[in-house]
């Protein structure tokens, strides 16, 4: 073999490796060619306005950049990251809460993760706030 083809066989493998790399990087991506969204209720025994400051410390344990909150209305909406906002609206039922929980996720973007697990997330934070 020429010292040539060494050094071309090197480059090949090289570039395989890259590839391969990049493959297992991208593995557990979601990429986003359409908006994608996530729903969950959730009925707690917590009454509306406790069940109003639970949803909003689990939101910034996430991490979460509130746009805006209406304890009047009972309403949060937060963004996750560049790509998820998450909107949380509470219905008072009984002596608890109904939790509607929704994440969406523009287009055009490339998740970690996929979008129903932020929303596993929120309701996991806001089941690990005292009461």
Sequence with gaps: MTTNQRV???LGMIALGVLMIVLLLLQGCVTLTQP???HQQLTVPDAPALAYHKAMRATLALGGQV???DPTQ???SA???KAVVLNVALTPQGTGTVLDVQATAEAGYILEHDVPDDVKAFVAAYQKEPR
Aim: hydrophobic residues 40%; contains cysteine; charged residues 20%.
């Design 8 to 10: 071309c066989f090197g």
């Design 36 to 38: 994608r969204r996530a």
């Design 67 to 69: 746009l805006s909150q």
């Design 74 to 76: 009972q309403a949060i």
């Design 79 to 81: 963004r996750l990251n």
